[in-house]
């Protein structure tokens, strides 16, 4: 019965983290220029999931595997005042579409709510066991 809370808690661990990831492409959505001031636009993360727990080494629950960069272009926007701009007068904006990431929010929280109420289903079972036992 544990293993189904541990699995329950490894899926909200997972869509927290995506989450993060996408409040974060959200919060970068026009990042034009890095830490040092030179043009580089961001570029939107992606989490990766797969299956098991391996800090664990158990096959049950998921976890992030790693997080890509996208590798779709860049929006090229005509802005020749832009201190980004290139010798043509375009500015590379990241590649994150606002509407994509809220959708995927939407779907993440979806997500996590679904492994609460796993949860608290596993933990319900539990008390009932318990109370059968006892």
């Known amino acids: ?3 189904a809370l541990d699995i329950s808690t490894s899926g909200m661990l997972a869509q927290r983290v995506r989450l993060n990831v996408i409040s974060g492409n959200l919060a970068n959505q026009f990042s034009t220029m890095d830490a040092e001031g030179n043009a580089a636009p961001y570029r939107r993360r992606i989490p990766v999931f797969a299956p098991g727990d391996p ?10 595997r790693e997080i890509m ?41 979806r997500a996590y709510e679904a492994n609460i109420t796993a949860a608290e289903a596993s933990k319900s079972m539990v008390n009932q066991a318990l109370r059968l036992l006892g």
């Open 1 to 3: 019965m544990f293993g």
């Open 55 to 64: 800090a664990e080494g158990s096959d049950l629950g998921v976890h992030v």
């Open 69 to 109: 960069l996208d590798q779709s272009p860049f929006r090229q926007v005509f802005e020749p005042n832009h201190p980004a701009a290139n010798a043509e007068g375009y500015v590379s904006y990241p590649n994150v579409n606002p509407m994509v990431e809220m959708i995927n929010a939407i779907e993440a929280s």
